[in-house]
């Protein structure tokens, strides 16, 4: 594996950050959750068209990870104000970051957590905050090996299923 290389998305990027998304968190849930959960969520809220609208839409920065000429991640950072944390400072979110499967554990996602830090930092925020799934255990060891901590809970829907995700933050 090369040295993993972070690009900013643009729109022209769209298509192969929805597919990229798709095929991610399918990799990522599937084994662990019903196929018709799994295939209503797919196909009601994570649709290709809906995430591709997400590119270059206000408040959202993707970023894409490359292993040479191969794209082997990528992270979603949302601006928007989050009302649990507003006593704290201006916080983004992070509301995404994922790899391929061949590439986990291989330097992506640190190399992605670590341009979400600093892109958070270079927008004035002094919290960078994520929701992650009570059951991912190895994405909260890693999240809280980069110093996020448990502040919160909130209720995730996957097709049918209320799932809890944990909310994590990190103070920058």
Known sequence: MNEIRI???TTADA???????????????????????????LNERFTRQKLMEEVGAAGNTFLLAY???????????????SPILTEEGP???????YAVQK???????????????NFAQQRGARIIWLGVWE????????YTKWGFEKFSEHVFML??????????????
Do not use: P
């Not at 590439?103 to 830090?117: D, E, F, R």
């Not at 059951?135 to 890693?142: G, L, M, S, T």
């Open 91 to 97: 916080a983004i979110e992070l509301a995404r970051l």
């Open 67 to 81: 292993d040479g000429d191969e794209v082997v991640g990528y992270a979603r950072m949302r601006e928007t104000a």
């Open 15 to 41: 298509a192969l950050i929805a597919d990229l998304s798709r095929q991610t968190f399918y990799d990522a849930f599937a084994a662990e959750n019903t196929a018709a959960d799994m295939d209503k969520f």
């Open 159 to 172: 097709g049918n299923d209320a799932q809890t995700d944990w909310l994590m933050k990190k103070m920058l």
């Open 103 to 117: 590439s986990i554990g291989k330097g992506v996602g640190k190399a992605l957590m670590q341009h979400c830090v």
């Open 135 to 142: 059951n991912n255990q190895r994405a909260i060891a890693f």
């Open 7 to 9: 690009k900013e998305a």
